[in-house]
Nanobody, 123 residues
Framework: QLQLVESGGGLVQPGGSLRLSCAAA????????IGWFRQAPGKEREGISC????????NYADSVKGRFTVSRDNAKNMVYLQMDSLKPEDTGVYYC????????????????WGQGTQVTVSS
């Protein structure tokens, strides 16, 4: 089972930046599409990005498009989420998880959710 660990969260002021990392534990993530999700307090978890194994398909939720950038380094077994121009509404716990790949788009997540990493955007 693909197990992923998120890191890089923290407290940042509005307009600031953070870079989240997603590492695979004990297994290569190079074959998998990876999605980033977040859950704000009192809200449902939402998908914000997906990148396929070859990085030739990337999508973003409208709420983060133009501000967030996902990338991966399969040689290092890592996926990243660069978050710029952060807003208070970006506050939440961020998760990465494997996603099914349907050849042209990402499918639902599979496996277990990790602990996530907390991102707080506040002045």
């Amino acid at each position: 089972q693909l197990q992923l660990v998120e890191s890089g969260g923290g407290l940042v002021q509005p307009g600031g930046s953070l870079r989240l990392s997603c590492a695979a534990a004990g297994r290569s993530l190079g074959y998998y599409a990876i999605g980033w999700f977040r859950q704000a307090p009192g809200k449902e978890r939402e998908g914000i990005s997906c990148i396929n194994s070859r990085s030739d398909y990337i999508n973003y939720a409208d709420s983060v498009k133009g501000r967030f950038t996902v990338s991966r380094d399969n040689a290092k077994n890592m996926v990243y989420l660069q978050m710029d121009s952060l807003k208070p509404e970006d506050t939440g716990v961020y998760y990465c998880i494997g996603r099914d790949w349907y050849g042209k788009k990402c499918g639902p997540p599979f496996g277990s959710w990790g602990q996530g990493t907390q991102v707080t955007v506040s002045s």
